[in-house]
């Protein structure tokens, strides 16, 4: 059985681990704006990293930016380096959950996951990254069970927004839901918008090391899932969407095998209807596409040798166009972007039997929120933190390594995240 030990036997509800890098200080400010949500009304905190000085001089930025002095004396910091498994040990037996900002998680991932397995600290991150999100599942998961622990990954944009959102649209349709198609649309304002170049470093592996991916879903031996209804169809590498007015291609993150991964949990563990998943992302109009073409074929072309990505880790504004910068978004430019994912979903009514015919009735649900890598991520983030302090009757009742919907399916997730601005609705 698992447990979420909220007591005086660990001195914190949270401790943020990698609170100096560039999305671990927008997690800071998020934690700081909830307090008042944590078990008793109360939550208890604290910053980790390897530099007492840089974690002092987030807190001291926070608390500039939420006007709240108290942050610089109130808050705990502790030293931890994923190099020192001692260091981490200690962070670990001092938290109830770990919120792990420390990426790429491929590099820096698995010796904090370790460490809080060992240590009884509950586990969430907001990787994007397939391979450690799925590696973490083959080599954790039974140990994790014993040790009573979830370990959560992809509570960030990557993939609560998708994960969640499937959920929400089978839950919201009168009848057997038998696949959903996903649509990404991002909008910046009158600044523009790019993302830390942090993402960019894990698609550069990703991609370089995809045959490994390949080699470690050998090894679950998984049965295909027994689809209801046709076998939904993949659209094209680039194709143009009716569905968003826009031309558009398949989404590159982890939301795809995030969502699968949670509905053969349902399957397994809760006997439930699997729903089959496509995921898009809009690109804009011809000229937009045009640029995509160009910087996508570059990208493939330099991602397979090693001065090829260098070139790329070196060089991330010029080969993505200034998508993706060494400095990251202003808080003005965070301020004007937004998403919105368009859910089309297509199933049976609840007279007709699912495995007979096509599906006939359709659902149109949307998620939407603010910017989504420093704005989203660290909502969702903490919002999943905050659901297993306050509600751990809700979650599986075994430990283990879980996705955001095998976790948070009977939760009310949705509904926090509904009332933090990433909102879910039916259109």
């Not at 809080?116 to 994790?144: K, R, T, W």
Request: proline share 6%; glycine share 10%.
């Amino acid at each position: 059985m698992a447990r979420v030990d909220t007591s005086t036997s660990r001195p914190y509800h949270l401790v943020i681990f990698g609170a100096t890098g560039f999305t671990g200080q927008f997690v800071v400010e998020e934690v700081a704006r909830t307090v008042s949500e944590g078990p008793g009304g109360n939550l208890k905190w604290a910053v980790a990293g390897r530099s007492k000085p840089k974690l002092e001089k987030v807190l001291e930025k926070a608390a500039g930016a939420l006007s709240k002095p108290e942050l610089r004396t109130e808050v705990d910091i502790l030293v931890a380096d994923v190099a020192e498994a001692d260091s981490l040990a200690a962070m670990c037996r001092q938290a109830v959950i770990v919120l792990n900002c420390v990426g790429p998680y491929r590099f820096y991932g698995e010796p904090v996951v370790k460490a809080c397995v060992e240590n009884g600290a509950h586990h969430i991150d907001i990787s994007g990254e397939p391979q450690f999100l799925e590696s973490m599942q083959l080599n954790y998961s039974s140990q994790a069970a014993e040790k009573g622990v979830y370990v959560i990954g992809s509570c960030g944009f990557d993939s609560i927004p998708a994960d969640m959102g499937v959920l929400f649209t089978r839950d919201q349709f009168k009848g057997t839901l038998a696949s959903v198609e996903s649509f990404l649309t991002v909008s910046s304002g009158p600044d523009g918008g790019c993302i830390h170049d942090g993402t960019w470093l894990s698609a550069i592996y990703g991609f370089a090391d995809s045959q490994k991916l390949r080699s470690l879903r050998r090894k679950f031996n998984h049965r295909p899932l027994p689809p209801v209804g046709p076998k939904l169809k993949p659209r094209g590498a680039l194709f143009y969407s009716n569905e968003i007015q826009q031309y558009a291609i398949p989404f590159m993150g982890s939301d795809p095998s995030v969502v699968k991964r949670t509905q053969r949990f349902l399957v397994e563990e809760h006997e439930a209807t699997p729903v089959q998943y496509g995921a898009y992302a809009g690109v804009g109009g011809l000229g937009n596409t045009i640029k995509l073409l160009f910087a996508g074929m570059m990208f493939m072309l330099l991602v397979k040798f090693s001065f090829g990505r260098n070139l790329l880790i070196k060089y991330p504004e010029f080969f993505s166009f200034g998508a993706f910068t060494k400095a990251g978004p202003t808080r003005k430019q965070m301020e004007g972007s937004s998403f919105q994912m368009a859910f089309h979903g297509v199933g049976y009514k609840e007279e007709q039997d699912p495995f007979q015919g096509k599906p006939t009735t359709k659902i149109r649900t949307l998620v939407q929120g603010p910017e989504v890598g420093y704005v989203a991520t660290p909502i969702a983030m903490v919002q999943s933190a905050l659901t297993i302090l306050n509600e751990p009757a809700a979650l599986p009742k075994k430990g283990g390594v879980y996705t955001p919907g095998a976790a948070f399916s009977k939760t009310t997730l949705i509904n926090r995240l509904n009332k933090h601005g990433i909102q879910f609705s039916v259109i």
